[in-house]
């Protein structure tokens, strides 16, 4: 049976665009459009979706006030079609702490051909929003002081790829790494909220495009003890303090004396993705070895299994979500079939296994 699909969006390029790139698919239908959610409320009420296509922007209601109406009363997997402007990137994690599972993005020009030039990605968030459980979240904020982060100089940088073990043990410093996709951004805030000040350095690389990360990053740190910031490169991984990657740049970890840090750079992406969770796995695999600890969180595709091996291989822990607590059970399921974790574990453990 097709999964029924209504597009809820004010602009007819967009309603027309994605209806004809599901519709291309024999599994997907879209069965209904509507440029407002009040229109589409209407709709929904004689067929109920599978899945729903949503803006934000839109008039006579909002599509996050829609949304939390939606999960309130009959929760159904919710695709967020948002800007990638920085004001859409704010509302889009908005829109996911109230339940929505991923963002579709498009830019402000170029719509028609952007849209189409990701086609096959549009239809896989469409078939593994439909298999999975709809979560809801109750989200409680506070503010905390801004802090200047501790930055090594390009001058400065110190790096060893080729470390023997003994000289890896002459530091104390200790690195966690965590990869994630499609509900990763639930995900690690469930990890990061549990975590003290105490907690080791953690990197993080959640697959999402430019603009979006600096705003997960301030959300995140709104709500952490830790200290969150979007990494840049000469950023010190220190014990309280997690680096995420920019969107649209690799994130890698270098060793510099006794310590660690991080370099951000450009480059093509890997496995479809630009940060990329094998990109950061792998050079943790180089410069930390048995100091780090690895950790593959819910998401489709296969980023980050080849890299957790590496990890693995080279004497780091490595821990893989297990498919019960996973929105979509792709990137940890491939590094499992790979034998590249010590541990599959529930999303509730994580938090307490980092902490030792």
Known sequence: MAINVIIIDDSAVVRQV????????????????????????????????DVI?????????????????IMAERPTPVIICS??????????????????????????????GFLEGVAKDIKNVVKAAAKTKVYKKAIETNTKKDIQLEKISEQQYV????????????????????GSSTGGTI??????????????????????????????????NSL????????????????????????????????????????????PAVNR???????????LAKSAKQNSTGIILTGMGN?????????????SKTIAQNESSSVVFGMPKEAIKLGAADRVVDLSDIAALVIQ
């Open 18 to 49: 994605i209806s004809h790139i599901l519709n291309d698919s024999t599994e997907i239908s879209v069965y209904a459009v509507a440029n407002d959610p009040i229109f589409a409320y209407t709709k929904m009420q004689k067929q109920w979706p």
């Open 303 to 315: 980023d980050g299994a080849q890299g957790l091996l590496a990890m693995k291989q080279s004497g």
């Open 224 to 267: 952490c003890e830790l200290d969150i910031f979007e990494a840049s490169s000469g950023d010190r991984i220190i014990p309280g303090r997690v680096l995420i990657a920019p969107g649209g740049k690799h994130l890698q970890v270098k060793r510099s004396g006794g310590q660690y840090i991080v370099i951000v750079s450009e480059g």
């Open 159 to 178: 790096v060893n790829n080729d470390t023997d073990l003994a000289a890896i043990a002459l530091t104390t410093d200790r690195v966690v790494a965590i």
């Open 83 to 112: 800007s990638l402007a920085e004001k859409g990137a704010e509302l889009s994690l908005k829109a996911l702490a109230a339940g929505a599972f991923d963002i579709i993005t498009k830019p402000q020009m170029g719509l028609k």
């Open 53 to 69: 296509i949503l803006d934000i922007e839109m008039p006579r209601m909002d599509g996050i006030t829609f949304l939390k109406k």
């Open 273 to 283: 993705h630009c940060p990329s969770v094998d990109v950061l796995f792998k050079s």
């Open 187 to 220: 995900a690690l805030e469930k990890i990061l909220t549990k975590l003290p000040r105490t907690s080791p350095g953690i990197v993080v690389v959640q697959h999402m495009p430019e603009k979006f990360t600096k705003a997960f990053a301030d959300r995140l």
